[in-house]
Nanobody
Framework: QVQLVESGGGLVQAGGSLRLSCAAS?????MGWFRQAPGKEREFVAA????????SYSDSVKGRFTISRDNAKNTVYLEMNTLKPEDTAVYYC??????????????????WGQGTQVTVSS
C-alpha cells in the first residue's frame, strides 16, 4: 500500500520559517504540495518533477517557498520562508506515477498524505 507521511507543520510567527517533509513509499514521477484553509478549496502550492528536476509554484508562494526532493529517500521537502498569516492551512503532500502533464490540478494526483497543520500568527 502506498503511503505518504508528512511532518514538520506547526505554529510560527509571521515572517518565520518552517520546513515540511513528505516521505513516500513509491518512486513518483511527480510530487507536489497542496494546501487547504478553512472554508476554502484545496489549492496548488508547489511541485517537483522527477525526470527533469523541474519545479513549479503558485504565484502566492513564488520566491518564498522552495520545493526539493531527495530521490534516494523518496522524500520531498517544502521550505517555507517569510510566512504570512494567509499561509495558514492544512498542507498535503501528493504524488502520482507519471510526471507528464500539468502539476497544478489536485484531481490528477493518485496518492495523498494525511495533511499537516501550518499556522502562522500575526
Amino acid at each position: 500500500q502506498v503511503q505518504l507521511v508528512e511532518s514538520g507543520g506547526g505554529l510560527v510567527q509571521a515572517g518565520g520559517s518552517l520546513r515540511l517533509s513528505c516521505a513516500a513509499s513509491l518512486s513518483a514521477g511527480l510530487m507536489g504540495w497542496f494546501r487547504q484553509a478553512p472554508g476554502k478549496e484545496r489549492e496548488f502550492v508547489a511541485a517537483h518533477r522527477w525526470s527533469t528536476s523541474t519545479t513549479s509554484y503558485s504565484d502566492s508562494v513564488k520566491g518564498r517557498f522552495t520545493i526539493s526532493r531527495d530521490n534516494a529517500k523518496n522524500t520531498v521537502y517544502l521550505e517555507m520562508n517569510t510566512l504570512k498569516p494567509e499561509d495558514t492551512a492544512v498542507y498535503y503532500c501528493a504524488a502520482r506515477i507519471t510526471g507528464i502533464g500539468d502539476a497544478k490540478y489536485a484531481q490528477t494526483y493518485t496518492y495523498w498524505g494525511q495533511g499537516t497543520q501550518v499556522t502562522v500568527s500575526s
